[in-house]
C-alpha cells in the first residue's frame, strides 16, 4: 500500500500521523468579519497528496513543537527567499491527446488514493515510473497516444461505480478544457 493511501486513510479514520510542517509563513488580514490570521507550511507530496482528497471543510488539531534543525540544538530562523520562476517551454506532442496528458499531469489526476492503487496493481516492474506504467498497461509507446476515452473505458471497467462517478467528472473538464489542442 502507498505511502499516500496509508496517510490519507489515517486522516479519514481520524487517526493521528506525525508530519514535518516546513519554513511556517504567517500572513493576516482584516475582513468583513475581523482579523484572519493564516500561516502556511512546506508539506511533504505525500501529506499534500492525501489532504488533497480531504473533505475542505475539515478542521485538524495536533499537538505542535519546534524542532531543532542543526547539532548545536537551536532551531534556525531564516528569512524570506525569493524563487525566480522560469517559464517552460511548451512540449512537443508525441500523439494526438498530448494536450489532455499535459492536463492529466498538471491536475495531478492520478495521486487520487483509488487511481493510485490501481496503478499499483497495474505495476509489473516494482519502482516503475507512473507514466511507464500506464504505457505497458495500455501497450503504447506514449501517453499522447491514449484517448480520454479510452482512459475512461478502461478504469470503469477497473473501478467500481462509486468511484468512477466522480473520475468521469474530472475526465470530461480535462477533456473539454483541452479539446482545442488534441
Request: glycine share 6%; proline share 8%; hydrophobic share 40%.
Amino acid at each position: 500500500m502507498s505511502e499516500v493511501l496509508q496517510i490519507y486513510q489515517k486522516l479519514s479514520a481520524g487517526l493521528q500521523i506525525e508530519a514535518e510542517l516546513l519554513f511556517p509563513n504567517l500572513t493576516f488580514r482584516r475582513g468583513k468579519d475581523g482579523p484572519i490570521h493564516r500561516v502556511s507550511f512546506e508539506i511533504t507530496e505525500e501529506l499534500w497528496t492525501a489532504l488533497k482528497y480531504l473533505p475542505a471543510d475539515i478542521r485538524m488539531a495536533a499537538p505542535l513543537r519546534v524542532l531543532p534543525d542543526d547539532e548545536t540544538g537551536v532551531a534556525e530562523v531564516q528569512g524570506e527567499t525569493k524563487i525566480e520562476k522560469k517559464t517552460a517551454k511548451p512540449k512537443e506532442s508525441k500523439g494526438p491527446h498530448g494536450a489532455f496528458w499535459r492536463e492529466v499531469e498538471a491536475k495531478n489526476f492520478f495521486s487520487n488514493p483509488h487511481l493510485m492503487e490501481w496503478i499499483e496493481t497495474q505495476r509489473r516492474v516494482p519502482g516503475s515510473p507512473m507514466p511507464e506504467v500506464i504505457r505497458a498497461a495500455f501497450g503504447v509507446t506514449s501517453r499522447a497516444q491514449i484517448s480520454p476515452d479510452e482512459l475512461l473505458a478502461r478504469l470503469e471497467r477497473d473501478m467500481p461505480p462509486q468511484v468512477m462517478a466522480n473520475l468521469k467528472v474530472t475526465i470530461d473538464r480535462m477533456r473539454a478544457k483541452t479539446e482545442g489542442g488534441q
